[in-house]
DNA sequence: GATGCGGTCTGTAGCCACTACAGAAGCAAG
DNA sequence: CTTGCTTCTGTAGTGGCTACAGACCGCATC
Protein backbone atom coordinates (compact mmCIF):
# COMPACT_ATOMS: atom_id res chain seq x y z
CA UNK A 1 0.00 0.00 0.00
CA UNK A 2 1.48 3.30 -0.99
CA UNK A 3 1.89 6.74 0.59
CA UNK A 4 -0.14 8.59 -1.89
CA UNK A 5 1.06 11.74 0.35
CA UNK A 6 2.93 13.51 -2.85
CA UNK A 7 0.64 11.89 -5.62
CA UNK A 8 0.79 11.88 -9.17
CA UNK A 9 -2.60 11.05 -9.32
CA UNK A 10 -4.86 9.57 -7.41
CA UNK A 11 -7.17 6.59 -8.58
CA UNK A 12 -10.59 6.49 -7.74
CA UNK A 13 -10.73 4.33 -4.83
CA UNK A 14 -8.43 6.64 -2.95
CA UNK A 15 -10.78 9.72 -3.50
CA UNK A 16 -13.41 7.29 -1.93
CA UNK A 17 -11.12 6.34 0.99
CA UNK A 18 -10.19 10.35 1.67
CA UNK A 19 -13.55 11.69 1.13
CA UNK A 20 -15.73 8.88 2.09
CA UNK A 21 -17.55 9.05 -0.76
CA UNK A 22 -18.84 6.11 -2.55
CA UNK A 23 -16.81 5.36 -5.90
CA UNK A 24 -20.18 4.71 -7.76
CA UNK A 25 -21.34 7.88 -6.38
CA UNK A 26 -17.90 9.33 -7.60
CA UNK A 27 -18.67 7.80 -11.01
CA UNK A 28 -22.01 9.50 -10.50
CA UNK A 29 -20.78 12.77 -9.76
CA UNK A 30 -18.90 12.96 -13.05
CA UNK A 31 -21.93 11.62 -15.23
CA UNK A 32 -23.73 14.72 -13.74
CA UNK A 33 -21.08 16.99 -14.44
CA UNK A 34 -20.04 18.38 -10.98
CA UNK A 35 -17.19 16.48 -10.96
CA UNK A 36 -14.53 17.18 -14.21
CA UNK A 37 -13.67 14.22 -16.29
CA UNK A 38 -10.42 13.23 -14.75
CA UNK A 39 -7.25 12.17 -16.75
CA UNK A 40 -7.12 8.45 -17.27
CA UNK A 41 -3.67 6.25 -17.39
CA UNK A 42 -3.14 4.49 -20.39
CA UNK A 43 -5.10 1.60 -19.39
CA UNK A 44 -8.09 3.77 -18.90
CA UNK A 45 -8.54 3.94 -15.52
CA UNK A 46 -9.29 7.72 -13.87
CA UNK A 47 -6.71 9.33 -12.37
CA UNK A 48 -7.71 12.57 -10.53
CA UNK A 49 -5.59 15.54 -9.31
CA UNK A 50 -5.32 17.50 -5.69
CA UNK A 51 -8.15 19.93 -6.58
CA UNK A 52 -10.34 17.41 -7.67
CA UNK A 53 -9.97 16.08 -4.49
CA UNK A 54 -10.64 18.62 -3.13
CA UNK A 55 -13.70 19.70 -5.18
CA UNK A 56 -15.45 16.33 -4.16
CA UNK A 57 -14.76 16.76 -0.17
CA UNK A 58 -16.39 20.69 -0.94
CA UNK A 59 -18.90 17.69 -2.38
CA UNK A 60 -19.18 15.61 0.34
CA UNK A 61 -19.15 18.34 2.85
CA UNK A 62 -22.10 19.93 1.38
CA UNK A 63 -24.01 16.95 1.00
CA UNK A 64 -23.58 16.25 4.85
CA UNK A 65 -24.93 19.82 5.38
CA UNK A 66 -27.99 18.99 3.63
CA UNK A 67 -27.59 21.08 0.11
CA UNK A 68 -29.09 19.31 -2.76
CA UNK A 69 -26.87 18.75 -6.06
CA UNK A 70 -28.25 21.79 -7.70
CA UNK A 71 -27.89 24.08 -4.68
CA UNK A 72 -23.86 22.35 -4.60
CA UNK A 73 -23.78 23.10 -8.34
CA UNK A 74 -24.62 26.70 -8.42
CA UNK A 75 -21.89 27.09 -5.44
CA UNK A 76 -19.55 24.88 -7.35
CA UNK A 77 -20.52 27.36 -10.47
CA UNK A 78 -19.67 30.62 -8.39
CA UNK A 79 -16.27 29.15 -7.67
CA UNK A 80 -15.22 27.88 -11.23
CA UNK A 81 -16.19 31.61 -12.52
CA UNK A 82 -14.52 33.08 -9.56
CA UNK A 83 -17.30 36.00 -9.64
CA UNK A 84 -18.83 35.07 -6.59
CA UNK A 85 -19.54 37.49 -3.89
CA UNK A 86 -19.59 36.04 -0.27
CA UNK A 87 -23.41 37.56 -0.14
CA UNK A 88 -24.52 35.17 -2.56
CA UNK A 89 -22.84 32.35 -0.38
CA UNK A 90 -24.48 33.47 2.74
CA UNK A 91 -27.69 34.37 0.85
CA UNK A 92 -27.57 30.40 -0.59
CA UNK A 93 -26.75 29.03 3.24
CA UNK A 94 -29.08 31.01 5.01
CA UNK A 95 -31.84 30.02 2.07
CA UNK A 96 -31.17 26.10 2.96
CA UNK A 97 -30.69 27.04 6.51
CA UNK A 98 -34.62 27.99 6.46
CA UNK A 99 -35.19 24.92 4.82
CA UNK A 100 -33.15 22.71 7.38
CA UNK A 101 -35.50 24.74 10.34
CA UNK A 102 -39.13 23.84 8.50
CA UNK A 103 -37.87 20.38 8.29
CA UNK A 104 -37.32 20.35 11.95
CA UNK A 105 -40.41 22.24 12.64
CA UNK A 106 -42.10 19.51 10.72
CA UNK A 107 -40.61 16.50 12.48
CA UNK A 108 -41.04 17.92 15.91
CA UNK A 109 -45.07 18.00 15.06
CA UNK A 110 -44.67 14.15 14.19
CA UNK A 111 -42.88 13.62 17.08
CA UNK A 112 -45.66 14.93 19.22
CA UNK A 113 -48.61 13.56 17.71
CA UNK A 114 -46.76 9.77 18.15
CA UNK A 115 -45.98 10.18 21.63
CA UNK A 116 -49.25 11.46 22.53
CA UNK A 117 -50.64 8.37 20.10
CA UNK A 118 -48.02 5.93 21.74
CA UNK A 119 -49.35 7.38 25.75
CA UNK A 120 -52.91 6.63 25.28
CA UNK A 121 -51.97 3.04 24.56
CA UNK A 122 -51.95 0.18 26.76
CA UNK A 123 -49.67 -1.96 25.28
CA UNK A 124 -52.20 -5.06 26.27
CA UNK A 125 -52.54 -7.80 24.27
CA UNK A 126 -56.25 -6.93 23.21
CA UNK A 127 -56.91 -6.00 19.95
CA UNK A 128 -58.31 -2.93 20.76
CA UNK A 129 -55.82 -0.14 19.89
CA UNK A 130 -56.11 3.74 20.21
CA UNK A 131 -53.45 4.28 18.05
CA UNK A 132 -55.19 2.19 15.12
CA UNK A 133 -58.21 4.24 16.00
CA UNK A 134 -56.42 7.56 15.79
CA UNK A 135 -55.26 6.39 12.07
CA UNK A 136 -58.04 5.19 10.93
CA UNK A 137 -59.84 8.71 11.40
CA UNK A 138 -61.95 9.23 8.76
CA UNK A 139 -61.00 12.57 7.11
CA UNK A 140 -64.58 13.22 5.83
CA UNK A 141 -65.15 16.26 3.63
CA UNK A 142 -61.16 16.91 3.51
CA UNK A 143 -60.58 18.11 7.29
CA UNK A 144 -57.06 17.04 7.35
CA UNK A 145 -57.11 14.79 10.62
CA UNK A 146 -53.20 16.30 11.62
CA UNK A 147 -52.28 20.05 11.90
CA UNK A 148 -50.31 20.34 8.67
CA UNK B 1 -72.34 18.31 -8.09
CA UNK B 2 -73.90 15.79 -5.93
CA UNK B 3 -73.39 15.20 -2.50
CA UNK B 4 -72.13 11.78 -1.96
CA UNK B 5 -73.10 11.14 2.10
CA UNK B 6 -74.71 7.90 0.91
CA UNK B 7 -73.42 7.24 -2.03
CA UNK B 8 -73.12 3.27 -3.67
CA UNK B 9 -69.80 3.81 -4.75
CA UNK B 10 -67.29 6.87 -4.87
CA UNK B 11 -65.35 7.49 -8.18
CA UNK B 12 -61.39 8.07 -7.68
CA UNK B 13 -61.70 11.69 -7.59
CA UNK B 14 -63.97 11.37 -4.99
CA UNK B 15 -61.61 9.46 -3.13
CA UNK B 16 -58.75 12.15 -3.89
CA UNK B 17 -60.94 15.01 -2.82
CA UNK B 18 -62.15 13.11 0.55
CA UNK B 19 -58.28 11.75 1.72
CA UNK B 20 -56.07 14.55 -0.09
CA UNK B 21 -54.64 11.82 -1.49
CA UNK B 22 -53.31 12.52 -5.70
CA UNK B 23 -55.63 10.16 -8.06
CA UNK B 24 -52.38 8.98 -9.58
CA UNK B 25 -51.24 7.45 -5.98
CA UNK B 26 -54.71 5.85 -5.77
CA UNK B 27 -53.59 4.03 -8.63
CA UNK B 28 -50.40 3.45 -7.28
CA UNK B 29 -51.73 2.34 -3.81
CA UNK B 30 -53.48 -0.37 -5.75
CA UNK B 31 -50.49 -1.32 -7.62
CA UNK B 32 -48.59 -2.11 -5.00
CA UNK B 33 -50.98 -3.76 -3.23
CA UNK B 34 -51.77 -1.67 -0.07
CA UNK B 35 -55.51 -0.43 -1.33
CA UNK B 36 -57.51 -3.49 -3.01
CA UNK B 37 -58.75 -3.91 -6.52
CA UNK B 38 -62.04 -1.93 -6.70
CA UNK B 39 -65.20 -2.71 -8.43
CA UNK B 40 -66.01 -1.18 -11.35
CA UNK B 41 -68.33 0.70 -13.38
CA UNK B 42 -69.86 -1.40 -16.55
CA UNK B 43 -67.30 1.33 -18.32
CA UNK B 44 -64.47 0.56 -16.38
CA UNK B 45 -64.36 3.22 -13.74
CA UNK B 46 -63.07 2.35 -10.52
CA UNK B 47 -65.69 2.53 -7.51
CA UNK B 48 -64.73 2.31 -3.57
CA UNK B 49 -66.81 1.91 -1.27
CA UNK B 50 -66.20 3.38 2.55
CA UNK B 51 -64.54 0.64 4.05
CA UNK B 52 -61.96 1.73 1.43
CA UNK B 53 -61.90 5.57 2.13
CA UNK B 54 -61.42 4.84 5.44
CA UNK B 55 -58.53 2.47 4.17
CA UNK B 56 -57.19 5.50 2.13
CA UNK B 57 -57.61 7.82 5.17
CA UNK B 58 -55.49 5.65 7.26
CA UNK B 59 -52.65 5.09 4.53
CA UNK B 60 -53.12 9.02 4.19
CA UNK B 61 -52.94 10.01 8.14
CA UNK B 62 -50.03 7.28 8.64
CA UNK B 63 -48.08 8.79 5.58
CA UNK B 64 -48.29 12.20 7.51
CA UNK B 65 -46.96 10.89 10.51
CA UNK B 66 -44.20 9.59 8.38
CA UNK B 67 -44.69 6.22 8.08
CA UNK B 68 -42.79 4.07 5.28
CA UNK B 69 -45.07 2.13 3.12
CA UNK B 70 -43.14 -0.92 4.25
CA UNK B 71 -44.52 0.23 7.99
CA UNK B 72 -48.33 1.25 6.70
CA UNK B 73 -48.12 -2.69 4.95
CA UNK B 74 -47.30 -4.09 8.52
CA UNK B 75 -50.07 -2.32 10.12
CA UNK B 76 -52.85 -2.93 7.63
CA UNK B 77 -51.83 -6.93 7.51
CA UNK B 78 -52.07 -6.54 11.03
CA UNK B 79 -55.13 -4.97 11.00
CA UNK B 80 -56.32 -7.68 7.77
CA UNK B 81 -55.86 -10.41 9.81
CA UNK B 82 -57.81 -9.38 13.49
CA UNK B 83 -54.92 -11.11 15.04
CA UNK B 84 -52.29 -7.91 15.96
CA UNK B 85 -52.14 -6.96 19.72
CA UNK B 86 -52.48 -3.29 20.81
CA UNK B 87 -48.83 -4.34 22.27
CA UNK B 88 -47.19 -4.68 18.34
CA UNK B 89 -49.09 -1.44 17.12
CA UNK B 90 -47.29 0.12 20.22
CA UNK B 91 -43.99 -0.81 19.06
CA UNK B 92 -44.06 -0.17 15.39
CA UNK B 93 -44.97 3.58 16.79
CA UNK B 94 -42.13 3.63 19.36
CA UNK B 95 -40.02 2.31 16.77
CA UNK B 96 -41.20 4.78 14.07
CA UNK B 97 -40.68 7.75 16.77
CA UNK B 98 -37.14 6.35 17.55
CA UNK B 99 -36.38 7.41 13.99
CA UNK B 100 -38.27 10.49 13.78
CA UNK B 101 -36.19 11.58 17.03
CA UNK B 102 -33.14 10.24 14.68
CA UNK B 103 -33.98 12.81 11.92
CA UNK B 104 -34.30 15.11 14.36
CA UNK B 105 -31.13 15.69 15.94
CA UNK B 106 -29.30 15.18 12.68
CA UNK B 107 -31.09 18.31 11.28
CA UNK B 108 -30.09 20.33 14.40
CA UNK B 109 -26.30 19.30 13.91
CA UNK B 110 -26.72 20.69 10.45
CA UNK B 111 -28.74 23.54 11.81
CA UNK B 112 -25.62 24.73 14.25
CA UNK B 113 -23.00 24.14 11.74
CA UNK B 114 -25.15 26.18 9.25
CA UNK B 115 -25.46 28.96 11.97
CA UNK B 116 -22.05 28.77 12.51
CA UNK B 117 -20.90 28.98 9.24
CA UNK B 118 -23.77 31.96 8.30
CA UNK B 119 -22.60 34.06 11.47
CA UNK B 120 -18.90 34.20 10.07
CA UNK B 121 -19.41 35.33 6.71
CA UNK B 122 -19.39 39.09 6.56
CA UNK B 123 -21.55 38.91 3.45
CA UNK B 124 -19.44 41.75 2.06
CA UNK B 125 -19.00 41.59 -1.78
CA UNK B 126 -15.37 40.86 -1.83
CA UNK B 127 -15.50 37.17 -3.56
CA UNK B 128 -13.51 36.02 -0.09
CA UNK B 129 -15.94 33.58 1.71
CA UNK B 130 -15.21 32.02 4.94
CA UNK B 131 -18.53 29.84 4.45
CA UNK B 132 -16.81 28.57 1.34
CA UNK B 133 -13.23 27.76 3.27
CA UNK B 134 -15.27 25.89 5.33
CA UNK B 135 -16.48 24.01 2.24
CA UNK B 136 -13.72 23.65 0.91
CA UNK B 137 -11.34 21.78 3.93
CA UNK B 138 -9.78 18.88 2.86
CA UNK B 139 -10.69 15.95 4.43
CA UNK B 140 -7.89 14.30 4.24
CA UNK B 141 -6.95 10.54 5.56
CA UNK B 142 -11.23 9.96 6.31
CA UNK B 143 -11.18 12.45 9.51
CA UNK B 144 -15.14 13.62 8.63
CA UNK B 145 -14.79 17.82 8.18
CA UNK B 146 -18.37 17.73 10.27
CA UNK B 147 -19.50 15.81 13.43
CA UNK B 148 -21.44 12.58 12.06
C1' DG C 1 -79.18 10.92 -30.68
C1' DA C 2 -75.50 13.93 -31.25
C1' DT C 3 -72.33 16.87 -28.92
C1' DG C 4 -69.38 18.59 -25.54
C1' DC C 5 -66.66 18.43 -21.63
C1' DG C 6 -64.68 16.87 -17.71
C1' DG C 7 -63.35 12.66 -15.34
C1' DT C 8 -61.04 8.39 -15.81
C1' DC C 9 -58.41 4.67 -18.14
C1' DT C 10 -53.70 2.13 -19.09
C1' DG C 11 -49.00 2.25 -19.69
C1' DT C 12 -44.74 4.22 -19.53
C1' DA C 13 -41.15 7.36 -18.22
C1' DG C 14 -39.26 10.70 -15.07
C1' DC C 15 -37.85 12.60 -10.43
C1' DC C 16 -33.69 12.60 -6.59
C1' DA C 17 -29.42 10.91 -5.19
C1' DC C 18 -27.67 7.27 -5.24
C1' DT C 19 -26.68 1.92 -5.07
C1' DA C 20 -26.05 -2.61 -7.03
C1' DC C 21 -25.03 -5.49 -9.97
C1' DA C 22 -22.59 -8.14 -14.41
C1' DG C 23 -18.88 -9.11 -17.04
C1' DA C 24 -14.62 -7.44 -18.76
C1' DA C 25 -10.25 -5.33 -18.33
C1' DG C 26 -6.28 -2.88 -15.75
C1' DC C 27 -2.56 -3.10 -12.56
C1' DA C 28 0.95 -4.36 -8.98
C1' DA C 29 3.36 -7.95 -6.39
C1' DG C 30 5.55 -12.32 -6.28
C1' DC D 1 3.03 -15.40 -15.87
C1' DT D 2 -0.19 -15.81 -12.42
C1' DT D 3 -2.86 -14.18 -8.74
C1' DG D 4 -5.96 -11.16 -6.76
C1' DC D 5 -7.44 -6.70 -6.02
C1' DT D 6 -9.16 -2.51 -8.36
C1' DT D 7 -11.40 -0.32 -11.88
C1' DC D 8 -14.06 -0.15 -16.16
C1' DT D 9 -18.81 0.59 -18.75
C1' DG D 10 -23.49 0.09 -18.90
C1' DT D 11 -27.78 -0.89 -17.10
C1' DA D 12 -31.33 -1.47 -13.68
C1' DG D 13 -33.19 -0.86 -9.17
C1' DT D 14 -34.49 1.92 -4.81
C1' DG D 15 -38.81 4.85 -2.48
C1' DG D 16 -42.74 7.21 -3.15
C1' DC D 17 -44.57 9.18 -5.95
C1' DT D 18 -45.62 12.52 -10.35
C1' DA D 19 -46.33 13.48 -15.19
C1' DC D 20 -47.40 12.71 -19.28
C1' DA D 21 -49.90 10.60 -23.93
C1' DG D 22 -53.71 9.09 -26.14
C1' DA D 23 -57.95 6.79 -25.59
C1' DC D 24 -62.35 6.01 -23.36
C1' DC D 25 -66.48 6.89 -19.87
C1' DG D 26 -70.42 9.30 -18.21
C1' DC D 27 -73.51 12.83 -17.71
C1' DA D 28 -75.86 17.13 -19.12
C1' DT D 29 -77.69 19.74 -22.75
C1' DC D 30 -79.74 20.60 -27.12
Same mark, same amino acid.
Given at each position: ?12 ? #? ?5 ? =???? @? /? ?9 ? $? ?43 ? #? ?5 ? =???? @? /? ?9 ? $? ?43
Amino acid at each position: MSDFTNPRGYPIG #EMSKRTG =VNIE @T /IRYYERINIMP $KPDRTAGGNRQYNHDQLKRLSFIKTSRELGFSIDEIRALLEMVDR #EDFTCGE =VHGL @T /IGHLASVREKI $KGLRKLEKALVGMAAECSQGNVPDCPILETLFQARTRSKPALPT
